[in-house]
């Protein structure tokens, strides 16, 4: 493990991952799931942009690449370890303290629903320090608050490096927010979540 790694996950223990992008999303998520190895503990919560008139596909388009569960997420469903969930399109998706999820239609944010920055605060507000937010390419500003809140709130905040990041709108809009802990190309990303649920993220 890196030292920049290393030392940005000492002490933590980590119980649930959320990974928030825009444009280029689909190609990026399609690098860093699959990276994923079978048996992984924790919960990843993936948000894409997605057109609100056409049903979602990402779970099903993902399941065949990752060797985890993958589901899109219901209302109400109380979230499993392991698995990697999709937001599905023309509700936002949010953690409930229940660690359930729940599904809502109100206004778009940044002219997107579901948005980031409400799965990302929310689960915030549920996980706290044990959250980790990965923030990828997009192209706009969705994301750069639900960062900050995790930020704010204690959490592990990665977002990928805006010349590595097919576009750079998004990641760069949260650096400008805030100083994310670690701003690394889409394949260290790969090389780090595999390492959240090990070594100091243990009981």
Avoid: W
């Amino acid at each position: 493990m890196s030292t920049d790694l290393q030392a940005a996950l000492a002490g933590r223990r980590i119980e649930a991952v959320v990974i928030g992008a825009s444009a280029g999303g689909v190609e990026a998520l399609g690098a860093l799931l699959p990276a994923l190895p079978a048996g992984y503990s924790l919960p990843v919560f993936c948000i894409l942009h997605l057109p609100s008139d056409r049903e979602s596909r990402l779970a099903e388009l993902y399941a065949e690449r990752v060797p985890l569960r993958v589901k899109e997420a219901v209302d109400k469903e109380s979230i499993e370890p392991g698995t990697v969930y999709f937001a599905g399109a023309g509700y936002h998706l949010s953690v409930e303290q229940d660690f359930t999820f729940s599904l809502s239609c109100e206004p778009p944010v940044h002219f997107a629903r579901p948005a980031i920055d409400v799965l990302m605060e929310s689960s915030a507000d549920a996980y706290g320090p044990g959250l980790v937010g990965i923030l990828l390419t997009g192209a706009n500003h969705d994301g750069a608050e639900g960062m900050a809140y995790i930020h704010a709130s204690g959490g592990l905040t990665v977002v990928q490096d805006p010349d590595d990041a097919q576009v750079a709108t998004m990641p760069q809009s949260a650096i400008d927010r805030f100083s994310p802990h670690l701003i690394l190309p889409l394949a260290r990303i790969g090389a780090l979540l595999p390492m959240l649920e090990t070594d100091t993220n243990e009981h």
